[in-house]
């Protein structure tokens, strides 16, 4: 078989998790004005300072402009033809998974994610959000014996309002970007932690995103806090269904690390790419910021991205505190007509700031990828530090890796370095690999896994395994 | 409002001329058109967002007044130069110009020469190197289009040894204002040609320079631009057309400048070709330097390099933004590309941006940026031995930008670039403990 065959073949792999669950649903028709708000509100029976907060986002965003910078492609999205409430019919409190519906049970089993199992086997406590309701929360009483709070964030909103008002919108506020300021006008629910000071968390925090109804854009909302010198791993991950229009996920992260506190945040992100011409997919264009308070406070972002038709994110570090370190780990691989513009931004504000930035970028088929970073060094910030390393990875010659740094530095103490290659997996390379008995697919596999090893070994260790599978799917047949 | 005056000005100069080409004149009136429908980009713009343009936007822009006979300022440089260009406030001087030496196998002429005897074939070439694209220097350049200069080496296989002087003086004394300037050059196939164009300027000034650069197969074109200390708001851009196995070196170096954007694009056409972009550049007080370059690897084979280094004292502030296109067809391409920076006050800035952009998969591409200060080891090293703090750091500034200056032939000008960036570090902004 020749390199353009074998190519084909792997492009021409079906997506594995396409299908769709039957769960009756209870939406709000489409489309988007003030009433829509109010009504979201009303359903999910929230204060007032917090329709207020989405009133004011919302008003703002209509003074925004859908932004076309990012080097994609794409098609305009039409807000008023998205439903932005969607919640599975509510049926009675849920104690514990087995009222939860069997139909649902079974979308996570074929997911391989099976929550009984996780529960038992991994020590992961999931707060799975099906659409825009969190509908199973584990371990909750676990944590909660430490004092950690972990559930949706509907419910924080109801149980510690104090929190969610003070920091709500304090990394990320609404007047940030068109998509944050929609999803702070709209958002449905998402997940809520605090970690108390002095507490490390004993156990990975994660939490499963689909999209499933269809037509519903889905605007989570996510904040972490770690008070002092508390140390928590949060992991998301996510897959969607298989769907024709072009799905948009506008979710915003916001992390807050307090003195010494330390927040680790995975994702492996495998949503739904489009078939091979491009036809579908979801629009992942997310806002994540975390801000490193205190002193020695450290945010580390490891990042797996593999799926979406377009995906376009920027999970950044403010490095405010004295001594703070930030860290963006990430992969990011493009097959057939997937584009991804993606990277971080590291603001050094406070002194002796560090930060690391290790991007790996894989291009097959006809994908385009992308990385634009930002290192700003502010002039307050004596001896900061950035290292910065961008690869890329073309496989195939119909694809595109673009690098974009931007770097701007106006202290004279900082020592900033950015170094990037790009590359091809040679053919002496994988000659080599079939003198020995290896298939030219796994000898692919390898040689990729290799150029991830930095980032995946950041992973924690039940997410590395699901990454390194999830890439080899990705990949299969994009090279020969 | 400022614009406004600024596009008065423009719109009252270039309706003063005359021009025989129906093409010209079509160009002349899109350019002042847009220039007037946009005029100088603000910080949203990403190509300019660390280009303060509104000094220039509040600047003179009346044109200016015609300069004495001498040329004044600064010492000349040094060196053995075949002839000498002057063009004094945009214009073409054959009065101050030395053209007597030149061998048959050359032939320059004024631009305003070219624009009166053969207007089409000027238009014909603006088209080749400047696109309808807007740009407000270009669309200045296009809307006040008068003269420059026109270099031909017309015989294949011409070697020309010593170098052509090119001096650029912009005078500002007796009125401040703005010249534009539109140079050509085409080197016939397998010929060699090597430049040294000279920038200097008194008073509040604009200087707006463009070149149009072409260059047949197996041509080789080493140019070498010195931008002298003071240098006011001074554009310069170069378009390079390179056909199959041609090679492009060029040298930048500049002693400070009120404002300067260096813009250099190079399109390898043919295959096989080479270029070398170096820069070296030293600011001052508020010196802007800004350094914006793009190399389109076209087609397989070709290879470039790319090495620019500053040093930034007081609250100067240095930008490179550069970027290599691959484009799909440009199989086994050797791209390098980096950017050194070192800061000696609290108050300078480095903003860099090394970009590439890669459509071809068998290439070999890579990217470097360092921003830092002088090494305090190193500079302890020296103090041990006797060197006072200013003189070591004047010692690490010199080595660290003197590394551009390896491919320069000419051992006497290299050392007279090297003092005079080394002169332009402020020693009293160096000390900031």
Redesign the interface.
């Given at each position: 078989m020749t390199e353009a065959e074998e190519l084909r073949e792997f492009a021409d792999r079906e997506y594995e998790f396409g299908f769709v669950t039957d769960v009756e649903s209870d939406s709000l028709p489409p489309g988007l004005d003030e009433s829509t708000i109010h009504q979201i509100s009303k359903r999910k029976g929230e204060p007032d300072w917090l329709l207020e907060y989405r009133l004011k986002a919302f008003r703002h965003w209509l003074t925004m402009e859908d932004p076309s910078w990012p080097k994609v492609e794409r098609n305009t999205i039409d807000y008023q033809e998205i439903i932005y409430y969607s919640a599975p019919k509510p049926k009675k409190t849920l104690d514990s998974l087995d009222e939860v519906d069997p139909e649902l049970l079974e979308t996570f089993e074929k997911l391989g994610i099976s929550l009984d199992e996780q529960k038992r086997l991994s020590g992961v406590a999931v707060d799975a959000v099906f659409d825009s309701v969190s509908v199973a929360t584990t371990f909750s009483d676990k944590l909660a014996e430490l004092g950690i709070i972990f559930g949706s964030f509907s419910e924080a909103v109801k149980e510690h309002p104090d929190l969610i008002r003070k920091y709500l919108g304090s990394v990320v506020p609404y007047t940030d970007n068109f998509f944050a300021a929609l999803n702070a006008a709209v958002f449905s629910d998402g997940s809520f932690c605090y970690i108390p000071a002095g507490v490390r968390c004993p156990m990975e925090l994660s939490t499963y995103f689909r999209i499933n109804a269809a037509g519903t854009g889905q605007f989570e909302r996510t904040l972490i806090i770690a008070d002092d010198q508390s140390t928590v791993s949060y992991l998301e991950g996510c897959t969607a269904p298989m769907r024709d229009e072009n799905q948009l996920h506008a979710a915003v992260v916001e992390l807050v690390a307090l003195e010494g506190a330390t927040i680790k945040y995975s994702t492996v992100q495998n949503w739904y790419p489009g078939d091979a011409d491009g036809v579908g997919g979801i629009y992942n264009f997310v806002t994540k910021r975390g801000l490193c308070k205190g002193k020695r406070s450290k945010i580390s972002w490891t990042q797996v991205e593999t799926g979406s038709a377009v995906t376009w994110k920027y999970p950044s570090c403010v490095l405010l505190g004295d001594e703070s370190v930030g860290e963006f780990y990430s992969v990011a691989l493009t097959n057939n007509m997937q584009q991804a513009d993606t990277g971080t931004k590291m603001i050094h504000i406070g002194k002796s700031t560090s930060s690391t930035i290790i991007s790996k970028g894989i291009s097959a088929g006809r994908g385009q990828n992308t990385y634009r970073g930002l290192v700003d060094v502010k002039k307050g910030a004596t001896d900061a530090r950035n290292f910065s390393q961008c690869d890329s990875m073309l496989l195939g010659d119909r694809c595109g890796a673009h690098t974009f740094p931007y770097i701007e530095v106006r202290n004279p103490t900082a020592k900033v370095e950015h170094e990037a290659t790009t590359s091809k997996i040679g053919e002496d390379q994988i000659f080599y690999c079939n003198q020995r008995g290896i298939s030219t697919e796994d000898a692919v596999s390898m040689i990729v896994n290799g150029f991830c090893k930095e980032v995946f070994s950041e992973l924690p260790m039940e997410f590395a395994v699901e990454a390194q599978k999830l890439l080899a799917v990705s990949l299969e047949g994009s090279v020969g | 409002m400022v614009v406004e005056t600024w596009s008065e000005q423009v719109q009252t100069c270039s309706l003063n001329f005359d021009d025989q080409g129906a093409e010209l004149k079509k160009r002349r009136e899109r350019a002042l058109e847009q220039f007037e429908q946009h005029g100088f980009p603000g910080r949203k713009h990403?190509e300019w967002r660390y280009t303060p343009l509104s000094r220039l936007a509040a600047g003179p822009c009346a044109p200016l007044l015609e300069s004495s006979q001498e040329i004044p300022f600064c010492p000349d440089l040094p060196g053995d130069m075949l002839a000498k260009v002057v063009i004094l406030n945009g214009e073409f001087r054959a009065d101050l110009s030395d053209l007597s030496r030149l061998p048959a196998a050359i032939r320059i002429q004024s631009l305003a020469q070219l624009r009166h005897s053969d207007p089409d074939q000027l238009a014909s070439l603006l088209d080749l190197y400047w696109t309808q694209d807007s740009h407000p220097f270009h669309d200045l350049s296009d809307a006040l289009l008068d003269d420059g200069v026109h270099i031909e080496v017309v015989e294949e296989g011409a070697k020309i040894d010593s170098p052509i002087h090119i001096m650029h003086v912009f005078d500002g004394q007796a009125r401040s204002g703005s010249a534009h300037v539109t140079g050509l050059i085409q080197l016939a196939a397998g010929a060699q040609l090597q430049l040294v164009e000279e920038i200097r300027s008194v008073g509040q000034v604009l200087g707006n320079l463009r070149w149009g650069v072409g260059l047949d197969p197996r041509s080789i074109l080493k140019r070498v631009r010195a931008f002298r200390p003071e240098c006011a708001s001074i554009f310069h851009g170069t378009r390079v057309i390179q056909q199959q196995d041609s090679r492009f070196e060029d040298l930048f170096c500049s002693s400070g400048g009120d404002l300067i954007r260096n813009e250099l694009h190079v399109s390898h056409e043919g295959t096989g070709c080479h270029c070398d972009l170096l820069g070296a550049y030293a600011g001052r007080g508020k010196n802007h330097l800004d350094h914006h370059t793009t190399i389109d690897h076209k087609v397989e084979d070709c290879t470039s390099n790319e090495i620019y280094r500053g040093v930034l004292s007081d609250l100067a502030r240095g930008v490179f933004s550069g970027m290599i296109h691959v484009h799909?067809d440009a199989?086994r391409t050797d791209a390098k590309q980096s950017n050194d920076?070192i800061?000696?006050?609290?108050g300078?800035?480095?903003?860099?941006?090394?970009?590439?952009?890669?459509?071809?998969?068998?290439?070999?591409?890579?990217?470097?940026?360092?921003?830092?200060?002088l090494d305090e080891e190193a500079i302890f090293y020296l103090r041990s031995r006797g060197v006072s703090p200013d003189e070591a750091r004047k010692i690490l500034v010199r080595a660290f930008t003197s590394e551009v200056f390896h491919a320069l032939e000419d051992r006497q000008l290299s050392d007279f670039i090297a003092d005079e960036i080394q002169q332009s570090i402020n020693p009293d902004g160096t000390d900031?403990r």
């Open positions: - | 990403e799909p199989q920076t800061l000696l006050s609290e300078a800035e480095a903003d860099t941006r090394p970009r590439l952009e890669i459509y071809a998969d068998d290439v070999k591409c890579t990217h470097g940026a360092t921003i830092g200060e900031r």
